[in-house]
């Protein structure tokens, strides 16, 4: 094994766990390239030659990825949530019996969520999420008084 070669697996190996211990997508691209060169440092002893199609795949990827990235960032998805606050006033259904106390299970929208009621809600009990505390949805009985409002 060439000298330029086992610099090339080194340098790719080093920049994909770079990119592992990151959060974002910083090194991937030049992963890519030190790659390239790496197969290249097997056909040509040249490092110039090496260095520049590192280089050229490098600039590639990247200007082929980020338009990529960039438009799938600015789709809207559904956000994920716990106990999210886009829940207090919507209904729901009580899955699992709430007793004070305790936590039971609700519906909402249809996600399942702890709950906790300062009442007794059986199964099948129609409520409401009146508050949120971290991923538990505090949920109140729907009345026909607060089924209106």
């Known amino acids: 094994m060439s000298p330029d070669t086992l610099f090339w697996l080194i340098a790719a190996i080093a920049f994909v766990v770079l990119e592992a211990s990151t959060t974002a997508l910083v090194s991937i691209w030049f992963a890519v390239g030190a790659a390239a060169a790496l197969v290249a440092s097997f056909f040509t002893q040249s490092l110039p030659m090496e260095a520049a199609i590192f280089a050229v795949v490098s600039a590639i ?72 505390d971290g991923a538990v949805l505090i949920v109140c009985p729907v009345t026909v008084e607060t089924a209106t409002a």
């Open 61 to 132: 990827a990247l200007l082929v990825m980020v338009p990529t990235l960039a438009k799938r960032r600015k789709e809207r998805k559904a956000p994920v949530t716990n106990g999210s606050p886009l829940t207090i006033g919507k209904q729901g259904v009580v899955l699992v019996d709430i007793r004070p106390g305790y936590l039971g299970r609700v519906r909402v929208d249809g996600l399942d969520w702890q709950a906790r009621a300062e009442t007794l809600m059986p199964e099948g009990t129609p409520c409401r999420v009146t508050d949120v």
